[in-house]
């Protein structure tokens, strides 16, 4: 999802159309970039907070489960690989296979909520942080995947996508 230009038109207009509405639940594109670059410039990274949340003035972002920082630098190798592969799961035969898929399973119940601190702004939304595809194909949820990973202008450049007619 990061790597937009790569995508075919239709998966442009359907991340576009899911970030969009992602946005709009949140308040609006620039509350939900605002929400983006609060999350960029935390140290360390959100996800491993022990108190499952995330605060900003605009709104928050909570989680029922602990991320531990192990689960989460292999969560962004595994990452890095499925842009390739187009599978966050590596090869059944690669040495961290069994790595990865503990990853899946110990974060794919994860529920994540975002509220907007004002309820006239919007509902909020929320997402799980896997796609699963079938048994052997996991994908990254495009709105984990831009809200926690993606840079803002890539984030930025699908909220302003114009579909081809």
């Not at 898929?101 to 939304?125: C, M, W, Y």
């Amino acid at each position: 999802m990061c790597d937009f230009n790569t995508l075919t038109d239709e998966e442009k207009k359907l991340h576009h159309e899911k970030l969009l509405q992602c946005a709009n639940n949140f308040g609006g594109k620039n509350f939900f970039l605002q929400l983006l670059e609060a999350i960029r410039e935390t140290k360390p990274h959100p996800l491993v907070a022990s108190n499952s949340e995330f605060n900003i003035g605009l709104g928050s972002i909570k989680w029922n489960k602990v991320i531990f920082n192990d689960k989460l630098q292999l969560l962004l190798k595994a990452r890095v690989n499925e842009s390739k592969q187009d599978n966050l799961l590596p090869a059944k035969d690669e040495k961290n296979y069994k790595k990865i898929l503990n990853v899946v399973r110990t974060l794919k119940p994860i529920v994540f909520h975002v509220r907007p601190a004002q309820k006239e702004d919007g509902s909020g939304f929320f997402f799980q942080p896997f796609d699963v595809i079938d048994e052997n194909t996991t994908k990254l949820n495009p709105v984990f995947d831009a809200l926690f990973f993606c840079s803002v202008d890539t984030v930025k450049k699908v909220l302003n996508y114009e579909p081809k007619v």
